[in-house]
């Protein structure tokens, strides 16, 4: 995609951020086609990020339908829509409306039908609420295509993003003192840009689940196991043994579920000391301002990405459902 | 219903209806008031009062997305009310175009909340609404964003600090002379232009544009802005000559050049400037600008001096042109740094200066920023602070203050992979101006040359955040706030209205229910300009010795308000 100079009305409108990240990055974030996968609590306040920065195009793949709880919490949402309604289409209207510079496109497939050349038209993937087999598949056909894919998911109050971004060259500013001024000195500053370069693991190296047919040998002894790493995988099996998420009308049975599943992590992994009984009841619901802090997390790791400026995450975030901490976490052969 | 069942089972049931039920109070529907009012929205709050002095930008949309460009100049509380009302009609939302610190937002109203959340980009509000919680006895969520960087926290009085327990950050200061007479840096001659505009079509006392420091007392006369050094008849003078641009560059330039030239001490160890011959500059034609790198903007591009002289005549004709045909009884241009003939007088002004001088000249769209203090903003940093700002919320409401913290946003490089650091919340400060039982200070002035309306303007208003102050020495009134005691001569000094060193003065703001003790003592000489030094009262003086905001900077944000309220943009709906 050409990078064309911005437009009058384009450098009004993106004047703050072209303030914050140069003008470059704002070119590439202009030639960038995203394809976001699930639109609700995330997926919208994911949405809304990445259009209001000003890409190019944003497809949403979202086969579902609008619920009473959709018409609730989602803000993409006008009141008056049907429920039974296909989501992927109703968004539209108010996502256009935050940003008319971006193509929207609603596609209402289920992500199961897609096959590799789908994904290889656009610049980056970002998906929510798919399984894990979606996830490994997905990351596969990204990585045939040199398209860049990050996965995020929220579990109540505990929210966490993946990233592959395979092998990714990005610059950094870096703030260069003058030869011979102190720190804080009132002199010239100079701002440097400097080369770097990062590799990310395939995700299947990354998120290893019980009983498939991935490398156990992939999983490295971790010196300091995470609770909130376990806590990912397990959720992830969950989902992947019983078709959905855990949910608050079956909570006693699902917080056993989950338990057990944990201690087939546990083993599988080799880990030691995991302490998980007091988060298992905050993994329940879509909790909306969870949502908004992961959504901009995960937005401006898009935004990284495409402008190929500043260093991304490298390879898990982890918002932590007690603490509220974000923490990244580098997991991977 | 079903969704509301499910709602009552994520949150527990009690929860669930506190925050259906409660009464929410945001202060600021720009960036992270957009995104505040949107979480209360979708976790469930339906009652909200919403407060903001400002009409909607373009700049804005990149991120304050309640607002789309056909809203561009209305109302931002009543805009973001409708869109809010959008999302959910059951939502009880009015948004009130009005600036927090208007006195029928007394602590009666703030009474009304039950939780406050401040979404505010200035100092002088953030103190007022601090106050106002603190007499109201309500939790205020506090949070601030610059670029990537943001923060939160929760002030609750009794059990944390108060917004002012600690001092706050206070912004750069220029020497005086350094503006006036050997500038060095770009934003040195800036803010010299910036100045030369307030003193040909502005606000010509306006002093609000610069934080100074250092010896400015000395230099102060009755004949000459302080600043600029230019003589304050300036503008009478340029009307003489009906603006002519050339021969004011002339003086500017060239004559007052010369006149610096002829101060050898200060070129000792300086390169000393060149005066510019801008006759010699005047474009024949108009030449199309050269574009050092394709990826720039129109804006971004650097004049020549030629191009300088070129753009200084044809503002200050425009600008000349517009102020002559003000009505009204307004006199004075209202300074807009998105007013491009603005924007363009003090780029080519400000970079005459910095090529006499020899300094780099700066592009408009850097100018730009340096004149009208813009902050890099954009909508992810906001989107992850308000976020943690309605989970705070949560924890209010459900009683669980000790889950309550302060939240840094840091970006990957000073982070060491902690993106979201929390820190634990700290108790009160029990010598603070605000929430202390009984808040003392020591104020120390020359009692012989430091009037009532010092008093008023600098230390109540400008450091110690009160809006409507009166104060009284035992018995006597010194100063009221209201009309009836218009009869108090605020010109005449302390000594002479007879304050003494060891004088009580005892001050109260009525409407922000805030008492302060004022203990006063004499001193001569001072190190910056202010005149005056204030202390809280304690034995560890050093460290409570007033850094308290500058007193300029206060005051430069209420005449900033005071501006937007009554120029002429302005509009009631």
């Known amino acids: 995609m050409t990078e064309k100079q911005l437009s009058t009305d384009e450098a009004e409108l993106y004047d ?33 990020n990445i259009i209001l920065a000003g890409i190019n195009s944003l497809t949403i793949l979202d086969d ?46 289920p992500v199961a039908a897609k096959t590799s050349d789908y994904f290889k038209k656009f610049t980056m993937v970002v998906a929510t609420r798919i399984k894990f087999d979606a996830i490994i598949k997905i990351d596969n056909y990204c990585r045939e295509h040199n398209v860049k894919f990050l996965y995020g998911d929220i579990f109540g109050f505990f929210g966490f993003a993946v990233s592959d971004l395979q092998e990714h060259d990005y610059f950094e500013d870096r703030v260069q003192l003058q030869s011979g001024q102190k720190r804080g000195h009132d002199g010239e500053k100079k701002t440097i840009k400097v080369e770097a370069k990062m590799t990310f693991p395939p995700l299947n190296k990354v998120l290893i689940l019980p ?123 | 219903m079903m969704v509301e069942r499910a709602a009552q089972q994520v949150l527990g049931l009690t929860l669930y209806e506190k925050v259906s039920t409660c009464k929410v109070l945001v202060v600021g529907a720009g960036g992270i008031g957009c995104e505040i009012l949107k979480n209360l929205s979708t976790t469930g709050f339906r009652n909200i009062f919403l407060v903001d002095l400002d009409t909607v930008d373009v700049s804005n949309l990149n991120r304050q997305f309640l607002y789309q460009l056909h809203q561009v100049g209305k109302s931002k509380a009543e805009a973001a009310a409708d869109t809010i009302r959008s999302f959910n ?270 300094i780099p000249a700066s592009n408009l769209f850097e100018i730009k920023a340096l004149a009208g203090s813009i902050i890099p903003a954009i909508a992810t940093t906001n989107a992850i602070i308000a976020g943690i700002c309605v989970i705070e919320a949560l924890h209010i409401l459900s009683g669980d203050f000790d889950k309550c913290q302060t939240t840094f946003l840091k970006t990957e490089k000073n982070s060491r992979n902690r993106l979201l650091v929390p820190e634990k919340l700290v108790p009160p400060n029990p ?37 409507a102050p009166d104060v009284c020495m035992g018995p006597k009134l010194l100063l009221s706030s209201e009309e009836e005691h218009a009869g108090i001569n605020k010109a005449k000094t302390l000594k002479e209205v007879g304050v003494r060193p060891g004088s009580l003065l005892e001050v109260e703001d009525f409407l922000q229910d805030h008492k302060i003790r004022l203990f006063v003592a004499e001193k001569d000489t001072f190190q910056d300009q202010d005149g005056f030094e204030l202390e809280s009262r304690s034995i560890d003086s050093e460290e409570n010795t007033s850094k308290r905001p500058s007193s300029e900077v206060l005051k430069r944000d209420l005449e900033e308000i005071e501006e937007n309220l009554f120029s002429k943009r302005f509009k009631k709906n």
């Open chain 1, 16 to 48: 703050r951020q072209i303030r914050l990240w140069g003008i470059e990055s704002q070119e590439r974030l202009r030639a960038a086609d995203v394809l976001l996968i699930g639109v609700r609590g995330l997926g919208s306040e994911i949405a809304k």
């Open chain 1, 211 to 333: 009983n498939t047919k991935q490398d156990i040998n992939a999983i490295k002894k971790m010196s300091r196991p995470n609770n909130l790493f376990v806590a990912l995988l397990v959720l992830l099996e969950f989902r992947r043994q019983h078709d959905r998420d855990p949910a608050a009308a079956k909570m006693s049975e699902d917080v056993d579920t989950l338990k057990s599943i944990s201690s087939q992590i546990v083993e599988l992994y080799n880990f030691s000391n995991i302490q998980m009984d007091d988060l298992y009841e905050l993994f329940f619901g879509d909790i909306s301002p969870v949502c908004a802090v992961l959504g901009g997390v995960m937005a401006q790791e898009v935004i990284k990405a495409v402008s190929h400026k500043e260093p991304p995450i490298n390879n898990i975030f982890l918002f932590d459902p007690v603490s509220y901490s974000g923490k990244e976490l580098t997991v991977g052969p």
């Open chain 2, 89 to 358: 009609p059951n939502i009880q939302i009015t948004g009130s175009h009005a600036d927090i610190r208007s006195f029928e937002y007394n602590v009666e109203f703030f009474e009304k909340f039950d939780i406050v959340f401040n979404a505010l980009d200035n100092l002088s509000a953030r103190i007022h609404v601090n106050r106002m919680c603190l007499a109201a006895n309500l939790p205020l969520i506090e949070s601030g964003t610059t670029g990537y960087l943001g923060q939160t926290t929760v002030i609750k009085r009794g059990l944390t600090e108060c917004f002012e327990c600690t001092p706050k950050p206070v912004p750069k200061r220029f020497p005086v002379c350094t503006i006036r007479s050997t500038p060095s840096l770009p934003i040195h001659c800036v803010v010299w232009a910036r100045h030369l505009f307030s003193q040909l079509f502005g606000h010509a006392d306006d002093e609000s544009a610069v934080s100074l420091s250092v010896n400015a007392q000395e230099l102060r006369s009755a004949e000459h802005d302080l600043v600029t050094d230019l003589p304050k008849s300036l503008r009478k003078w340029a009307v003489s000559l009906n603006f002519d641009p050339y021969k004011i560059m002339h003086k500017l330039f060239s004559e007052d050049i010369h006149t610096l030239l002829s101060m050898d001490t200060l070129w000792r160890n300086r390169n000393p400037p060149q005066p510019l011959n801008c006759y010699a500059h005047a474009k024949t034609e108009k030449q199309s600008p050269v574009y050092e790198n394709p990826h720039c903007l129109p804006d971004q591009s650097v004049w020549s001096v030629d191009e300088c002289v070129d753009h200084f005549c044809r503002s200050i004709k425009e600008l000349r042109d517009r102020w002559e045909g003000l009505t009204n009884d307004l006199t004075e241009l209202l300074w807009d740094k998105d007013d491009s003939s603005m924007m363009q007088f003090v780029t080519a002004a400000a970079n005459l200066r910095a090529y006499a001088f020899g």
């Open chain 1, 64 to 109: 579902g339908e609008v619920t009473q709880e959709d018409l609730r919490q989602n803000f993409l949402l006008q009141e008056k829509i049907p429920l039974g309604n296909k989501i992927a289409e109703e968004v539209l209207p108010r996502a256009q409306a935050l940003n008319p510079l971006v193509k929207l496109t609603g596609d209402t497939e």
């Open chain 2, 431 to 467: 010598k603070c101006y605000a929430c202390a039982e009984q808040p003392e200070a020591k104020l120390f002035v020359n009692l012989s040359k430091f009037t009532l309306e010092d008093l008023r303007s600098k230390i109540l208003i400008g450091s110690l955040g009160m809006l």
